[in-house]
């Protein structure tokens, strides 16, 4: 049995992170582990020498920011703004948010029901989309950032 260097767990020898503490279990006699790292977000296993995930694209470092003081990497994303941008026009708020399927559908629902204004219906059924659409681009940018998987489709059950 091997310990964790973090934390000083006992973990099994075939173990890539700690159960503990989530810190990957680097071995000293291997020459692989002095060639490869893992992703804190995904596990994904990866060069040493990447700074951003492959799979995720989730910094490997703990700073974020870059060598240039000017520069800052920035990876979540705003849910005021996407609430914003899905108020002035539905479905852009999901669009920004990468969830351009959903954004897309919200779009077409809203301009069929502002069609459907001129039989009165079109009202109350565009002020649901409106309503939807601002509602559900606020909580996907929180679930994006809390690192929830979003479906990029329109879904009632999460309301």
Do not use: H, R
Not at 65 to 79: A, C, F, L
Not at 108 to 115: I, Q
Not at 128 to 149: M, P
């Amino acid at each position: 049995m091997k310990s964790c260097k973090n934390c000083g767990l006992e973990i099994e020898d075939d173990d890539k992170f700690c159960k503990n503490c989530g810190s990957e279990i680097i071995d000293d006699n291997s020459e692989e582990s002095n060639q490869t790292k893992f992703c804190a977000n995904c596990g994904f296993e990866m060069d040493k020498s990447n700074k951003f995930c492959p799979s995720c694209g989730k910094p490997t470092t703990p700073n974020t920011q870059s060598n240039s003081s000017n520069v800052v990497v920035k990876t979540e994303k705003s849910p005021i703004l996407a609430a914003i941008l899905s108020f002035l026009i539905v479905g852009v708020g999901q669009i920004y948010l990468g969830l351009t399927k959903k954004g897309i559908i919200l779009f077409f629902a809203a301009m069929v029901s502002g069609v459907l204004t001129l039989l009165l219906i079109g009202w109350i059924l565009w002020l649901i989309v409106w309503l939807y659409s601002i509602y559900d681009a606020y909580n996907s940018a929180n679930k994006i950032n809390a690192g929830i998987s979003v479906e990029d489709t329109i879904d009632f059950n999460n309301l």
